[in-house]
């Protein structure tokens, strides 16, 4: 699938889905604590930001970006539509939830383009896929042409395993996909568990199990120098967590473990001129 050569130490990327649109108190307190935490420990993340919310909040969203520039802002489409269908099968049941249709897809990825441009003057490159899938758009040319036209150049898309559920390898590096006919797409994925999945499965009152669980994961990450790209979310991120204290103290452990912190966009570029001849 044309993985990537990265194998030099390990990275972390951390991008955010920033996507509570029903309820914008609850994406301001995640920019606080976010921009708390982060310029404490001057770590470097990415906004994958649902249209709406930055519709909801962009006076909030454009001083910050004024305020700070530890932060990447890309998307995560118009109104959290999925790209593609899943079927999740989690052990106890199995669901289905379906995606949107390509002319539908097409519009909510290029009005969030506006909008990213309209409101934070930011030119979009990159997108998470709502939901994440099972080997990402391997399949699914037809989209990524949608995406490439709107000028999408990267993507976080695979992010579900074989049961559409989780964790997802570390196996699956991050890659472009040139056999899709796009050679400077480049997709990233999401790994291991997102924080979504996990805590509501193991209790979102255990916050020590969780950072355990990271903490274990840099570990493994530092040790074998591979690309780390980990999803979470605005609302998850303070849930039962008001500090943010588990991403504090999981990216104080990946600096200490001598991990490179990047934004996805940062992530990109290098790997466009690494590739390069």
């Known amino acids: 699938m044309g993985e990537l050569d990265v194998r030099s130490g390990g990275t972390l990327l951390i991008g955010y889905d920033v996507e509570s649109s029903g309820d914008p108190s609850i994406v301001r307190r995640f920019l606080q604590k976010a921009e708390e935490v982060h310029s404490d420990l001057s770590a470097p993340c990415t906004f994958f930001l649902v249209g709406k919310v930055v519709e909801a909040n962009r006076e909030e969203l454009a001083e910050l970006r004024r305020r700070c520039d530890l932060f990447d802002y890309e998307q995560h489409t118009y109104s959290h539509m999925l790209l593609k269908t899943v079927c999740i099968d989690d052990g106890q049941k199995v669901s289905l ?45 037809d989209l990524l042409e949608i995406l490439d036209r709107n000028g999408i150049r990267f993507l976080r898309t695979y992010a579900r395993n074989e049961k559409d559920f989780q964790p997802v390898s570390f196996e699956i590096q991050p890659f472009w996909y040139k056999l899709q006919g796009f050679p400077n797409l480049l997709e990233m994925g999401i790994h291991g568990w997102q924080d979504v999945y996990w805590r509501s499965i193991n209790g979102w009152e255990n916050t020590k199990g969780y950072l355990d669980l990271l903490k274990d994961t840099v570990d493994m990450v530092a040790k074998r120098g591979l690309v780390w790209s980990y999803g979470a979310h605005d609302w998850s991120a303070i849930k039962s967590d008001s500090e943010m204290s588990v991403m504090r103290g999981f990216i104080q452990y990946a600096k200490d473990r001598g991990l490179r912190m990047m934004d996805y966009r940062s992530f990109y570029l290098e790997a466009l001129k690494a590739r390069a001849p």
């Not at 030119?123 to 990402?136: A, D, I, S």
Request: hydrophobic share 25%; aromatic share 8%; glycine share 16%.
């Open 97 to 141: 939830v379906k995606g949107g249709p390509p002319e539908e897809i097409e519009r909510e990825v290029s009005r969030t383009n506006q909008i990213l441009a309209q409101h934070l003057g930011v030119e979009c490159w990159g997108l998470t896929g709502p939901w994440g899938y099972y080997r990402g758009l391997c399949d699914r040319p």
